[in-house]
């Protein structure tokens, strides 16, 4: 059986980590975008809005952790830099998407 490369078991952490902050500034942004509307629409107190960004943040920064140790855990079985680099991004995606249902939990459980 062959050894995993070095560079390409380093490689799918760095990019699920990568790719997660980025789809993670992305999500920030967007919601940063379309909160006034929201804040009209949905809260009924003051500190609602407030709230919300708070536990994004929160969950921004525990999806930002799991896709680094998911990335780091996964990349045990990574072969080539190919595999790395779609490990990789899979858990990117999957963090982006992890958080994106977040944002909407909390706009919908909180206010």
């Given at each position: 059986m062959d050894q995993p490369r070095p560079g390409a078991a380093l490689l799918a952490p760095?990019?699920?980590f990568g790719g997660t902050a980025l789809g993670s500034l992305v999500v920030h942004l967007v919601h940063r975008a379309?909160?006034?509307q929201l804040?009209?629409?949905l809260c009924s107190r003051p500190s609602c809005a407030l709230d919300?960004?708070?536990w994004s943040l929160v969950g921004g920064f525990a999806v930002l952790c799991l896709a680094t140790l998911?990335?780091?855990?996964l990349a045990f079985r990574v072969r080539?830099?190919?595999e790395a680099l779609r490990t990789g991004g899979l858990v990117a995606l999957g963090g982006t998407l992890?958080?994106?249902l977040?944002?909407?939990l909390l706009w919908v459980l909180l206010p």
């Open positions: 760095v990019v699920a379309f909160a006034p804040v009209l629409a919300v960004a708070l998911a990335g780091t855990v080539s830099v190919r992890l958080q994106v977040g944002a909407v």
